[in-house]
């Protein structure tokens, strides 16, 4: 596959079986989806208005959460979608989905006979979900240069992998850090609840440092890149580092004289809610791809059983722990999606974290 320039952009060239308007609409979805820039024309939109017209900020999270039963409750299915499927060619993930399935119904079970649980496992989940985020980017980015003709060098990888490493760190201390996200809870578990410990509000600089890191860990990369293939990396793969700072880092950086956030409480409601959002349409968009190269599948029948999927999975188990009458639904709603969520990073690992074949293949 030869690759194609255009400026900074490095994209596959157009297959003599892909008419040019399709590689186009392809390339641009990519470009909006999966690199993360429409996440930037996004926030280029909804931070200024949220902070002039406060009460939009509760009218995004409310389409956030009608948004996640197309996008975000799919994402979690596509993954056992795609153990189910090449069951045969890798029995070990499905014997691992198979096995964990009734060890994650056990941490249900137990956030149920004893809800003090319910706090830990979400801090448990939000920490995690930090590094799953940046795992995530770096694996795409790996593929943007392979795709390109230009595979990543091993010292070129490491430092590329620390960078987005590096981010996901600082998310984890501002998450975990005493003000660090300056709002008062975590998707409703407010930190004063057993087990939402803090650390405290001097790790502040640890973090930044860490943000600071993922940046110059990117400049090492680029320099080791120009070394090795002499060229720097592709645009997708530097977009993706942007991303990962503008997710993790950015948002939390203070003005000097002030204890909290630039973004302030406003922002700070709906921005939980739209990283994930984002997150999921970079793999479907992933595992779509894969999903039609691996084998014949329609579409709409594909991505219709993954929304019933995700339904069932989400609103449907929901509904079971308040029927044992020892949680509410509120409780309930914390616990499901976190047990989910545990699972689903640990399943989501197996699969892309396969003996790695040669880049040729």
């Given at each position: 596959m030869s690759a194609l320039t255009r400026g900074t952009i490095v994209w596959p060239a157009v297959s003599p079986r892909e008419p040019r308007g399709l590689w186009l609409w392809s390339r641009g979805h990519d470009l909006a989806w999966i690199v993360g820039v429409g996440a930037f024309v996004f926030a280029a939109l909804a931070v200024p208005i949220t902070l002039l017209v406060p009460v939009s900020a509760g009218a995004l999270v409310t389409?956030?959460?009608?948004?996640?039963?197309?996008?975000?409750?799919?994402h979690y299915a596509a993954t056992y979608q795609i153990i189910a499927r090449e069951r045969h060619?890798?029995?070990?993930?499905?014997?691992?989905?198979?096995?964990?399935?009734?060890?994650?119904?056990?941490?249900?079970?137990?956030?149920?006979?004893?809800?003090?649980?319910?706090?830990?496992?979400?801090?448990?989940?939000?920490?995690?979900?930090?590094?799953?985020?940046?795992?995530?980017?770096?694996?795409?980015?790996?593929m943007y240069q392979a795709r390109a003709e230009r595979p990543l060098a091993p010292r070129t990888k490491r430092a590329l992998q620390a960078a987005f490493v590096a981010g996901a760190v600082a998310m984890m201390l501002f998450l975990n850090t005493r003000g660090g996200l300056g709002v008062p809870d975590a998707f409703g578990v407010a930190y004063g609840a057993p087990g939402m410990w803090q650390l405290p509000a001097r790790l502040y600089p640890l973090a930044v440092a860490f943000g600071v890191a993922s940046l110059v860990l990117w400049g090492v990369a680029e320099k080791l890149a120009r070394a090795s293939s002499g060229a720097g990396l592709v645009f997708p793969a530097r977009a993706l580092v942007l991303t990962n700072f503008a997710w993790f880092v950015l948002p939390y950086l203070r003005v000097p004289g002030h204890d909290a956030p630039w973004i302030g409480a406003t922002v700070g409601v709906w921005l939980p809610f739209a990283i994930p959002f984002f997150h999921c349409t970079q793999y479907l968009g992933v595992t779509g791809f894969r999903a039609r190269t691996t084998g014949a599948v329609k579409p709409a029948y594909w991505f219709a059983i993954l929304v019933a999927l995700g339904l069932a999975l989400f609103e449907g188990l929901r509904l079971l722990p308040p029927l044992t009458g020892r949680v509410g639904e509120g409780e309930a709603l914390l616990l499901v999606p976190a047990v989910l969520n545990l699972h689903h990073f640990f399943i989501d690992g197996l699969i892309w974290k396969r003996a790695r074949r040669p880049v040729t293949a």
């Open positions: 389409a956030f959460m009608h948004m996640a039963v197309l996008c975000n409750y799919p060619k890798a029995p070990g993930s499905f014997r691992w989905l198979v096995w964990s399935s009734p060890i994650a119904a056990l941490a249900v079970a137990l956030g149920v006979a004893w809800p003090w649980l319910i706090g830990p496992i979400v801090r448990l989940y939000l920490t995690w979900s930090a590094y799953h985020y940046a795992a995530q980017h770096f694996g795409i980015a790996s």
